[in-house]
């Protein structure tokens, strides 16, 4: 079946730089897209989301970004704290209707910010 | 605060022993649900209540019963677990809206060890 998956399983960035995190995904109907920060012994923490009829959403400090053409999403971190030192994860939406019933997660991304 | 509660932290039962893991969620959601994130594999969702009726099952064994008595409140009753049934179990809840997509929020989960 179709999936989501992340290019890197680690990450390793000096603090107050950019972090880039980068997801692929691979089932051309997914229309919303999710990522998730997860710090040890926490849930998953929602970070940002971004639509299909969206190629560019920002929040505070984090910026994500989607090409349906090559079904690549990415999670744009600036000015990186060590407090954001986590895994990050993004989901896929496949459903249809107004569900998250069939919301699809990736492995996961190790960032770690060095001081 | 995450808005999800779950309780207790941390479990350890025996295989012939029967507990329950419960999650509360304070965010007015009308959707709730059961994952299961194991070590080094994407999460996996083992129950899904949206109005308080169960939507979907993901032929997760019978050894996992799930109870929603309201929109706030989920449980999941564990009878005759195995070991490979250790794990981290998420609750989450989200607000489903017919045509609109939204996040799930998650609690920080019930760390369960089967002995």
């Known amino acids: 079946g179709e999936s989501v998956g992340l290019h890197l399983p680690t990450l390793s960035v000096q603090e107050g730089d950019n972090s880039i995190i980068n997801c692929a995904y691979s089932n051309s109907a997914s229309d919303y897209f999710i990522w998730y920060k997860q710090e040890s012994g926490k849930g998953p923490q929602f970070i940002i989301d971004i639509r299909s009829n969206m190629d560019k959403r920002q929040g505070q400090r984090v910026t994500v970004l989607l090409n349906k053409t090559v079904k690549h999403l990415s999670l744009q971190i600036a000015a990186t704290q060590p407090g954001d030192s986590a895994v990050y994860f993004c989901a896929e939406n496949m459903g249809g209707g107004g569900s998250n019933y069939k919301l699809t997660f990736g492995k996961g991304t190790l960032l770690t910010v060095n001081p | ?115």
């Open chain 2, 1 to 115: 605060e995450t808005g999800v509660t779950q309780t207790p932290r941390h479990l350890v039962m025996g295989m012939t022993n029967k507990k329950s893991l419960k999650c509360e969620q304070h965010l007015g959601h009308n959707a709730m649900y059961w994952y299961k994130q194991s070590a080094k594999k994407p999460l996996e969702l083992m129950f899904v209540y949206s109005l308080e009726e169960r939507v979907e099952n993901n032929s997760v064994p019978s050894r996992f019963s799930p109870e929603c008595p309201n929109s706030s409140h989920l449980f999941l009753h564990l009878h005759t677990l195995q070991p490979e049934d250790s794990a981290l179990y998420l609750c989450a809840s989200s607000q489903v809206t017919a045509g609109l997509r939204s996040p799930l929020h998650f609690g920080n989960g019930t760390r369960l060890t089967v002995t």
